[in-house]
């Protein structure tokens, strides 16, 4: 490893060149020159320049052993900042190297969190370029436009390397392809070498500050910075892409609206930018298609719009009120009740149609009855209900009771010269009923002098009731027209029975007579 002193230099402490980007021997060359050099480098409002060394020259030097050629990497350390995060030129000051040496600009971002690239470095760009040989007398300012621009977020630390393989370090071919400025600092500028051809440009474990040995008691390049700049300027603004799709979403079942979104995921090239969606109109939205633009702006103004199609849908039944079961007596005289009810339906969207199987005002018969009742929205939704109609028999049948002649004599007895002897003397009867649902009621003969009760029997049944005081209440069949003959303690009282277990409440009385004494 070598370093070399400008002897130019350390009489004129400067670096500095012409436009040509030479250094003169002459102090006052040198000083004319270090003018136009700072003009030239002077960041304007659309570019800024990154740059550790101080502009003057101390010494030029390579990092090769000897007679063997080694690889050579030195860099500078930088803050990405706001304005100028985009990197898109390096400017590399070179003194001399081999005639058509292989080189590279290499883009790092340091992910220390202590800002060590030995610690932690991530290549990001590298854009191989040919340095300039260079006289032997004069200190070049290459600059070396980057193809691809590198864009960093502010705040960032990033290092800007300058490697050329196979330099040569032992006279005569000796080389010096860097430059050291005068500032005595070495903060922010770093080393590293290998074999030739064989440097791993992602791994910087060994690398080390320009003031510092790669190994203990080696080669040490200086206390001073490496002269390589950076330009930066401020990254284009791209602007945001909107992307828009088409939505079908439900209406609320309230209102009929429905609130939706059309962004199919909107966002913006440029990794910090903040962008902001709008929807014009912005909703909520009605019944049916309604088109829609989104608007996407970002952060600087930028903006771009779509349009897609919001289709809202009544999906919802309507809502439908029915009564809980109705429960009503059969109409007077009639086996049936006519009911009337109420259904009530409602949507935002309206009603199409509102219908029960039986309408409201039927009569219907006794017994439990289910109705459905079904409403129709505008979109054809449809909700239904189900309630019953139970209808009661509470209404008693009518009984009656006549005496019936005497079969044989073919007519009704009148009573006998003896009052008490009463009506009817031969005690036959025709029991009787009629009732409102049951076509055929039942009819019991109930013994006013005793708990016995005779039947059931059939309207228009004859029978022969017979007086035995004292005696055991009993029936017996009867010779035909006779159904019964029975024989209570008292006279008779003949009563109705439905199928709904109502009674007549008024029973017939049947006087019979007493047997002779």
């Known amino acids: 490893m070598k370093t070399k002193t400008n002897t130019n230099n350390a009489r004129c402490g400067l670096l500095s060149a012409r436009p040509s980007g030479r250094l003169p021997r002459s102090c006052a060359a040198l000083l004319a020159g270090m003018a136009l050099w700072l003009t030239a480098l002077a960041p304007t409002h659309a570019a800024t320049t ?24 030195f860099a500078n350390k930088f803050t990405a900042q706001a304005g100028s995060n985009r990197i898109t030129s390096v400017t590399f000051g070179v003194f001399t190297t081999t005639p058509s040496s292989a080189g590279s ?25 040919t340095p300039l040989t260079g006289n032997g007398t004069s200190v070049s300012l290459q600059s070396i436009p980057l193809t691809s621009p590198v864009t960093f977020n502010p705040g960032d630390r990033f290092l800007v390397a300058v490697f050329i393989r196979n330099v040569i370090g032992a006279p005569p071919n000796d080389v010096y392809p860097y430059v050291l400025d005068t500032s005595g600092v070495a903060t922010g500028s770093y080393w590293d070498r290998s074999a030739p051809n064989t440097f791993n440009l992602d791994n910087l474990s060994q690398a080390k500050l320009v003031n510092q040995p790669l190994t203990p008691g080696g080669f040490v390049p200086g206390n001073d910075h490496i002269i390589i ?15 828009c799709t088409n939505v079908v979403v439900s209406a609320d079942p309230s209102n009929c609206v429905a609130n939706a979104s059309i962004n199919g995921g909107s966002y913006d090239p440029d990794t910090n930018d903040v962008i902001t969606i709008t929807q014009i109109p912005p909703g909520p939205y009605p019944l049916g298609t309604n088109a829609v633009t989104l608007l996407v702006t970002d952060n600087h103004g930028a903006s771009n719009a779509c349009a897609a199609v919001v289709t809202v849908l009544d999906d919802t ?38 219908s029960c199987d039986t309408p409201s005002g039927t009569a219907f018969p006794v017994g439990t009855n289910f109705v459905t009742c079904t409403a129709v929205d505008l979109a054809l939704n449809t909700n239904t209900c189900i309630f019953a109609v139970v209808v009661q028999d509470t209404e008693p049948p009518l009984g009656a009771c006549r005496p019936a002649p005497n079969p044989s004599g073919k007519k009704i007895p009148v009573s006998g010269k003896n009052p008490s002897s009463g009506q009817n003397p031969d005690g036959y009867y025709q029991v009787l009923a009629r009732d409102n649902c049951d076509a055929n009621p039942q009819i019991y003969i109930h013994d006013t002098a005793s708990s016995f009760v005779a039947g059931p029997f059939n309207s228009g049944d004859i029978v022969k009731l017979k007086q035995n005081p004292g005696g055991t209440p009993t029936p017996a069949p009867g010779n035909p027209p006779i ?35």
Not at 117 to 126: K, N
Not at 237 to 243: F, G, H, S
Not at 324 to 345: E, H, L, R
Request: charged share 10%; glycine share 10%.
């Open 50 to 73: 990154y740059q550790l060394d101080n502009g003057s020259i101390s010494s030029v030097l390579n990092a090769s052993d000897g007679t063997e050629p080694l690889d050579n990497w």
């Open 105 to 129: 600009v290499v883009l790092y971002l340091v992910t220390d969190p202590g800002g060590n690239p030995a610690l932690g470095a991530t290549r990001l760009y590298t854009q191989a370029f």
């Open 229 to 243: 700049r950076a330009t930066g300027v401020a990254p284009a603004n791209n602007p945001p892409v909107a992307v």
């Open 317 to 354: 039944p309507p809502d439908l009120t029915c009564p809980t079961s109705i429960t009503q007596t059969t109409d007077p005289g009639q086996c049936s009740a006519v009911v009337s009810f109420t259904v009530s339906a409602s949507d935002c969207g309206g009603i199409l149609d509102l």
């Open 483 to 517: 159904v019964a003959e029975i024989h209570l303690n008292g006279d008779a009282i003949a009563y109705a029975v439905d199928a709904g277990g109502n009674v007549s409440p008024d029973g017939c009385y049947m006087y019979i007579p007493p047997a002779p004494k």
